[in-house]
């Protein structure tokens, strides 16, 4: 039986996944092990700042994505949300 193909788009997400996966698992960690809103809001705005100084701006919102979907596979969706909402230039 063939399967079919995977989207492009769904590719693409897979294939950053891979080149990001350093940053997005110290990233989902460090945001997962906030106690209060403030250093929630705190850890987002760091690693979502680390992020762009190392790979651009044009990286941006793809990790953002990435980074929402993996904290939401730990369970976090409060977290998720919240890197979601998070405005850059806060």
Same mark, same amino acid.
């Given at each position: 039986?063939?399967? &079919?193909?995977?989207? &492009? +788009?769904?590719?693409?997400?897979q294939?950053?996944?891979?080149?990001y996966? %350093? @940053? !997005?698992a +110290? &990233?989902? =960690?460090?945001?997962?092990?906030?106690? =209060?809103?403030?250093? %929630?809001?705190?850890?987002?705005? @760091?690693?979502?700042r680390? /992020?762009?100084?190392?790979?651009g701006?044009?990286? /941006?919102q !793809? /990790? +953002? @994505? %990435? %980074?929402?979907e #993996? !904290?939401?596979? +730990?369970? #976090?969706?409060?977290?998720?949300?919240?890197?979601?909402?998070?405005?850059?230039h806060e």
């Amino acid at each position: 039986m063939m399967r &079919g193909r995977k989207s &492009g +788009r769904v590719a693409d997400k897979q294939q950053y996944r891979s080149i990001y996966v %350093l @940053e !997005l698992a +110290r &990233g989902s =960690s460090y945001i997962a092990s906030t106690l =209060s809103p403030e250093s %929630l809001h705190a850890a987002i705005a @760091e690693v979502l700042r680390d /992020f762009t100084l190392q790979y651009g701006d044009d990286a /941006f919102q !793809l /990790f +953002r @994505e %990435l %980074l929402a979907e #993996n !904290l939401e596979d +730990r369970g #976090n969706r409060a977290a998720a949300q919240a890197v979601w909402d998070f405005e850059p230039h806060e």
